[in-house]
C-alpha cells in the first residue's frame, strides 16, 4: 500500500509557543458532499481511551459523521470506517490501543472498502507513529488531535485513492468551533472551555500532544451552555487540561471565574469544570463557587506529590504549604466540599521520606476521591531523561500503601453520608439488577438505589442507608 503523507507529528513544533491560537468556524468542510454520496447509510465504530478532552473529540467526531449519513455500530465487523481514539498519557493506556488494533486489522481483509483509523494523542508522538505504521500495515489512516475538521476529506481520500494517509500536524494550536457534536449523553454535557496546555509538567505529554494553552471566545462557550439548557440539559461540566488558565490567551478582559459566574447564571441546574491547576487557582475562582448554588462543590485539584523537592523536578509551580493554604481558603470558603485529586507515585529518584511527604499530605487533607498513578516515562518529556533509581517494586508497594490511607479517608467520609439525604443526578440502570439505579451526589458520590425509567436524567433525593468506599446504597424520598 503507498503511502501519502500529508504531515507527521515534530516535538520541537509541538512544544513552541510564540503564536498566538486563531478561532475560526468553519462554514463548510472539504469533500463533505463527495463522502456523503459514497456513505449512505454505512456504519462506523468508534472507540475512545483516555480523558473528558478525548471523550469530547468523539462526540464532535460523531457529529460530522453522522452528518454525513454514518451510523454508529458497537459491532466493528459492521463498520466500513473503524477510529481508535487514543490516548498517551501512561504506557498502559497505549498497551490497550496496540492489543485492540491486533484484534481488529484482520477486517481490513474482509473489507477492502474499510478505512481503519488511529487519531489522538498517541499519533502525535513521532517514535510511536513510526512503531505503529511498522507494526500495522494494515491501518490505512492516521490523524491529529488538529486534523478533526478534515476528517471527511481524509477518509474520502483513503475510500477513493486506497492509500494509506498520515496527516498528523504538529502546531501551536488553533481553536476550531464545530458543530453539530453528537453528545453520548441527552442531560450531561462536557463544554470544552479551552484546549491544550502551557504548563510543561516534566512528567507530562499532554503539551506535545494537545499543543498550545488556547481558550474559546467568552460568547461562543455561553452559546453552547445556552444551547444544552434549551434541550433541557441538567449538568454542565466545563473542560480544559487547566481551565484556570481559562482567558489568559485571549484580550476579553474574561477570567475563568467570569465565565462560570456566566454560565451559573443562565441557570443550568449543576454546574462542574475539571480540570484545576493549583498554581493557577485565584480567590476569586473561589469566591465565585462558594456564591452558586449551583456551582457543585466539588473541586478536582491534582497534588501529583506532597514533598517539594519532587513537585520542583515535576515542574508544578506550588509547594506543599502553599497547596495546603490553597485548600484551607477553599475549605474555609466553601462549606461541604468535597476534593479530588491525581497523585503520582514513583517519579523518578523519589525517596522513602518523599513518598512519606505525599502519604501525610493525603492524611491532612483527607480527599474524597482520587485517581493514582505509577509514574510513567514518556519519550520526549523532561522527566524521561532522568535516570532512575527506585525499583518498579517499591513503586507498586509505594502505591498499594497509598492506596490504603486513601481508602481509609474515602470510607470515613462515606460513612458520615449514611442517614443522610442528597439530591442525585440518575444516569441509568445497573447491567445486573432491572429495578436498580445509579447516580451522583452534588460531591460526586455514586449512588445505587431502587428506582425506574422515568427517573434518568432527572434529579431526585436519595435517602444513605449504606456506605461502600466507593459507593453508596440508599432510597428514594418524595417520589
Ligand atoms: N506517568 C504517570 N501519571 C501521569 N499523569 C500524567 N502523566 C503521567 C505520567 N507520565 C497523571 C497525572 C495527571 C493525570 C491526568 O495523569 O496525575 O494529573
Ligand atoms: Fe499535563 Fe501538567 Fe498540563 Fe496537567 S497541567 S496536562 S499534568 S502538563
Request: proline share 3%.
Amino acid at each position: 500500500m503507498k503511502t501519502k503523507i500529508i504531515n507527521t507529528p515534530d516535538m520541537l513544533k509541538a512544544a513552541s509557543r510564540k503564536k498566538s491560537a486563531t478561532v475560526f468556524m468553519p462554514a463548510t468542510f472539504d469533500k463533505k458532499d463527495q463522502l456523503e454520496t459514497l456513505v449512505k447509510g454505512e456504519k462506523y465504530y468508534i472507540h475512545t481511551y483516555g480523558c473528558q478532552a478525548n471523550v469530547r473529540d468523539e462526540e464532535t467526531m460523531r457529529g460530522l459523521l453522522e452528518d454525513v449519513g454514518y451510523k454508529q455500530t458497537d459491532k466493528p465487523e459492521e463498520a466500513s470506517l473503524i477510529i481508535i481514539n487514543t490516548c498517551a498519557v501512561r504506557e498502559n493506556a497505549e498497551d490497550k490501543v496496540y492489543g485492540e488494533i491486533g484484534n481488529l486489522k484482520h477486517l481490513r481483509k474482509k473489507n477492502k472498502d474499510l478505512v481503519l483509523a488511529i487519531c489522538g494523542c498517541m499519533v502525535e508522538q513521532p517514535e510511536i507513529l513510526k512503531k505503529l505504521m511498522e507494526t500495522f500495515t494494515e491501518v490505512n489512516l492516521y490523524f491529529g488531535t488538529h486534523e478533526i475538521a478534515q476528517l471527511y476529506s481524509l477518509v474520502y481520500d483513503v475510500r477513493t485513492t486506497k492509500e494509506r494517509v498520515v496527516a498528523i500536524e504538529s502546531k501551536p494550536g488553533e481553536v476550531i468551533e464545530i458543530t453539530p457534536a453528537c453528545r453520548n449523553n441527552t442531560y450531561k454535557a462536557y463544554v470544552n472551555v479551552m484546549y491544550g496546555c502551557d504548563k510543561f509538567c516534566t512528567y507530562c505529554i499532554v503539551p506535545y500532544t494537545r499543543g498550545k494553552e488556547r481558550s474559546r471566545h467568552f460568547e461562543d462557550v455561553l452559546r453552547e451552555c445556552q444551547e444544552l439548557i434549551d434541550n433541557g440539559y441538567q449538568e454542565i461540566t466545563l473542560l480544559g487540561q487547566n481551565v484556570n488558565a481559562y482567558g489568559k490567551d485571549l484580550d476579553e478582559g474574561k477570567d475563568f471565574a467570569d465565565l462560570m459566574e456566566a454560565v451559573a447564571k443562565l441557570g443550568i441546574p449543576r454546574l462542574r469544570f475539571t480540570t484545576s491547576h493549583p498554581w493557577d487557582f485565584s480567590s476569586k475562582m473561589i469566591d465565585v463557587i462558594a456564591k452558586y448554588p449551583n456551582i457543585m462543590k466539588f473541586i478536582h485539584l491534582p497534588v501529583q506529590s506532597g514533598n517539594d523537592r519532587v513537585l520542583k523536578a515535576m515542574g508544578r509551580r506550588y509547594t506543599r504549604e502553599s497547596y495546603l493554604a490553597l485548600v484551607k481558603e477553599m475549605r474555609e470558603k466553601i462549606p461541604g466540599l468535597a476534593l479530588s485529586t491525581d497523585i503520582i507515585v514513583g517519579f523518578p529518584n523519589e525517596t522513602d521520606e518523599e513518598f512519606n511527604d505525599t502519604l501525610t499530605i493525603v492524611d491532612e487533607i483527607k480527599y474524597e476521591a482520587a485517581f493514582t498513578f505509577i509514574y510513567s516515562p514518556r519519550k520526549g518529556t523532561p522527566a524521561a531523561k532522568i535516570a532512575d533509581n527506585v525499583s518498579y517494586e517499591t513503586k507498586s508497594k509505594r502505591f498499594m500503601e497509598l492506596v490504603k490511607h486513601l481508602e481509609k479517608h474515602i470510607e470515613a467520609h462515606s460513612k458520615t453520608m449514611v442517614g443522610k439525604t442528597y439530591d442525585v443526578l440518575v444516569d441509568g440502570v445497573s447491567k445486573t439488577d432491572k429495578d436498580m439505579y445509579s447516580g451522583y451526589t452534588e460531591e460526586n458520590k455514586l449512588v445505587h438505589f431502587k428506582g425506574n425509567e422515568s427517573m434518568i436524567g432527572k434529579i431526585v433525593k436519595v435517602k444513605i442507608n449504606e456506605s461502600h468506599t466507593y459507593s453508596m446504597m440508599g432510597e428514594v424520598v418524595n417520589g
